[in-house]
Every structure is written in structure tokens, then in C-alpha cells.
């Protein structure tokens, strides 16, 4: 994918509706790469005032997502295994980079971590995307 | 743990700011078990205009948060793994049931299942918890 | 697949070489399910003379293999989930039930359980496969 | 974990029986980290005449054993999520990197990575172990 073309990625992923319920912002894009940061809130709080899962998995989801689709050609999730190292603070401002690590005609893997302010390890993830040949719609 | 605190936890639930947020409903609860409902919205579509892996997963983890914490004691998330089977309507009303399949007094574990009013399987997760020996602070 | 062809893949089972050298014995095969057993023995133990997890594992995937190849079509194995509930006897006969829970057209998704003699439950494993047009090569 | 310790380590891997069987070789152990080997036989193979998950993943597992008890306290597998990239040769002679990305008193997590002779990525893991207080008895 050209420069003009992550443009028009980054333009659609701006106007994505999750993320701007969740306020994801993205950092950096590159084909197979991807880095989102997410500000936590007090509306991202579970039973115990602790930040929700769902709130750290959507920032996971999103970098995935930019990072396996910047290749210009529509990818779509298979499977994903989060593992949680340690809660963040409540009002952390969280970053995740999605990294390719493999990739083939069909299927393509990712490792996704995510940190905070001080670089603590809060979560990492191993994803799996399925590749389509349509390119991306919005293009 | 009782009916009475049972309805304790509910009650937590349904005051839970994440929940609110995203609309996720509390349908049953038991020890070890629970069913948790979400309205998909407008709001929770991604780039392609399909629901965002995250308002999934963050269904899925409200199921595992709830039945896992419903033994009474504080129970917090190790490692979670997902997979997608077919993407929902984007205005299908979700259902996710989590249900115990082993416990010990360190650890246990959930498989969730998600589907839509049709009864057609989304998604479904196996996941990991880590059981403390401090009770629900709420209860 | 029909019975004639479910016995030429059982056949095909029964001379797999890596089966042969761990002593896994096919018990049921249908299309989308599969029954393996396995008697622990001494050579199969870790540096604490506990089993090793590569022996349950191999048990598993067996188990899998067989139930994802017994539509009558190659399938192979895109990424696997275990989790360890407890410690089986050192010469425990072990057994592996893997059960379909979705199939497309590309993909198919699987949920196996390893118990023991007394039905504890030893291990679980999601599974995803990934599956090909072609015809499986020995029928 | 001290040079004499991890000698003693190394001598317990040489002596397990499972490494044995398989032919799994350590090559390198520090304290959260290992490099363990595998030579491809034909007895490894699998209906297909490919090698076997079974194997892959026994090698992975070896690696992720010994990593998390080089610290000196026994560590147990509570699960690992496993993404087959490609078939390696059926002669092929692997390698398994075990890292550790993160540890606290009760847990740690690693990922592990198999290549073969050309570097090329044949599988990859994500594995979290439980960590006792226990030494390890054989030091």
C-alpha cells in the first residue's frame, strides 16, 4: 500500500464509529504494523472501579485491525488469545502496537502489546487474520 | 454463594460504568455461570461498517467477569481465547452464555458462547481466571 | 463421508507413524467428531516425572486431525488453544473427544477435552482448521 | 539462578524421559529463556506423511518448561495458544526460542517461536505458567 492509500486508511479509521466511542486514536501505520492509543475513562470501569477487559481488548482489536488491513486487501479476524499481565491505573493512557509476524496468500499472524505511560507490560496478544483478495472498499 | 448476594453482585452489575456504556445486560446469573445480552448499535461498527471485534469481545467478558465473580470471591482475568465464526447483523440483539467447566482454589475456567437471536453461533471463547481469597468487597 | 470411506481414513490412523510411537488408539470417528486414547507410560514423563504436556497435547491433536479430516476433505490446523485443568496419574489411560462446533466452508472450529479413567477433566483445547477443496489423498 | 544450578537443571533435562524419547536437545537455558532442538524422523509423521502437531508443539513445550523454571522454583503450564504458520520439511531439524515477556510472584508469560535450519517461522506460542514457591526439587 502507497502513501496515498494509508492515507485514505487512516482518513476511514478516523471516521470509525468505535473508535470514536472509545476514543482510540491512531498513532502509526504501515503495512502489517500499526500503533493506537486509547485514554482511559471512568465510563471503562468494571464491578471493582478496575478498567474493563472489553475497553483494553478494543484497543488490541483496533491496532489488529489497521495493521492486518494495510496491506490494501480486506483481512477479518479468525482468533485472538489475550493473555493480562497486570491492571493498568484506572486513568492510564494505554498504547498498542500490533506487529506482523508472519504472513501468507491466505492467513497472517500478529503479535499486539499494550503499555502504559512507563512502558509497563499490561497485555499481550496473539492474533490471527484470514485475507481476502477484495481490496479495500473504501480505497 | 446465597440469593441474597447474588443480587448483591446484580446490583454491582448493573451499576458497572463499562456496562452502561456499551448496554450490556444482565440476563441469569449463578455461581459459575451467566448470561449477558448486548443491543448492537450503530456506534459499535468498524471500518467496513461491521461490529467491531471489541463490542464481541467485551459481551463475551462481562459474561466470564460475571460468572467467575459470582462464587463469591474475586476472581480476575489470566488469559482469554477468542474465535470468530460469522460476522453478526449489525443490528442483532447478542447473547453470551458463560459456563464453568473446571475449578480449583487457584484457578478456573469458562467457555463462552455468543450468538444472535436465531441461535446461530458468532463467537466463542475459552478463558482463564485466577481465583483470589478476598470475598467481593460489595457484598 | 460414508462408512467405507470413514474406514480407509481409520485405516490411514492406524498406520500413522506418530501415532504408532505414541501408542494413540482411535476409538470413534464420524464426520466433525473423533475419540482417541492414550495409555500414559513411563517414557512419557517431564523433568518432574510428571506427563508432559507435549504427550496430552499430542493426544488432543489427534483427536483433532481426525475430526476435521473426516468430512472427507484435507483440513489442517491453523492455531490451537489448551488450557491445563490438573495433573493426570502418571499411568493414567487417557481420552480425547473432539466435537465440531462450527464449519464453513474455509474453516472449522473444534472443542476437545481430555479426561481420565475416572472422567476428571485433564485438559481443553479450542481449535481452528483451515479447510481445503481437496479430497483426502488414501480414499 | 546460579551457573551450578542451571548445570543441574541441564543434567535433569538430559535425563527426562519425554526429551528422550523425541530426541529433543537443549541447547541454551538462562534464567526465563531456552533454546531447546529437534531433528525430524519419520516416525513423526502424520496421516499426510507431514509432520505431526504433536511434535511441533512437544518441542515448543520443552522450551517453554525450561524457561519458566530457570528460576529456580517449579513453574506449571496453565495454557498456550499455538498458530501453526507453515509445514516445515519433513526432515527438517527445528528450533524452539522460548522468552519470557513478562513475570510477577504467581504467574509469567513467554513466547515461544520455531524455526527451521532457513529461519523460516514454522510456528509460534503464547504460554503462561503458574509459578510456586517451591525449588526445584532436584537442585
Given at each position: 500500500m502507497d502513501d496515498s492509500a494509508l492515507l485514505s486508511l487512516a482518513r476511514q479509521i478516523k471516521k470509525?464509529?468505535?473508535a470514536r466511542k472509545m476514543g482510540l486514536k491512531l498513532l502509526e501505520v504501515d503495512p502489517g504494523h500499526a500503533v493506537v492509543e486509547l485514554q482511559l475513562k471512568d465510563d471503562m470501569t468494571n464491578?471493582?472501579?478496575m478498567v474493563h477487559g472489553g475497553a483494553i481488548f478494543s484497543l488490541i482489536d483496533e491496532?489488529?485491525?489497521i495493521s492486518c488491513n494495510a496491506h490494501?486487501?480486506?483481512a477479518v479476524?479468525?482468533?485472538m488469545s489475550?493473555?493480562?499481565h497486570r491492571a493498568p491505573d484506572a486513568k492510564a493512557r494505554l498504547r498498542a502496537e500490533s506487529k506482523e509476524i508472519h504472513r501468507s496468500t491466505k492467513t497472517a499472524t500478529?503479535?499486539?502489546k499494550v503499555t502504559d505511560e512507563d512502558?509497563?507490560?499490561i497485555a499481550s496478544c496473539s492474533a490471527l487474520a484470514y485475507r481476502k483478495q477484495d481490496k479495500l472498499p473504501f480505497l
Open positions: 470509525e464509529k468505535y464491578i471493582f472501579g491496532a489488529f485491525e490494501g486487501t480486506v479476524a479468525l482468533s489475550i493473555t493480562y500478529y503479535e499486539i512502558n509497563a507490560l
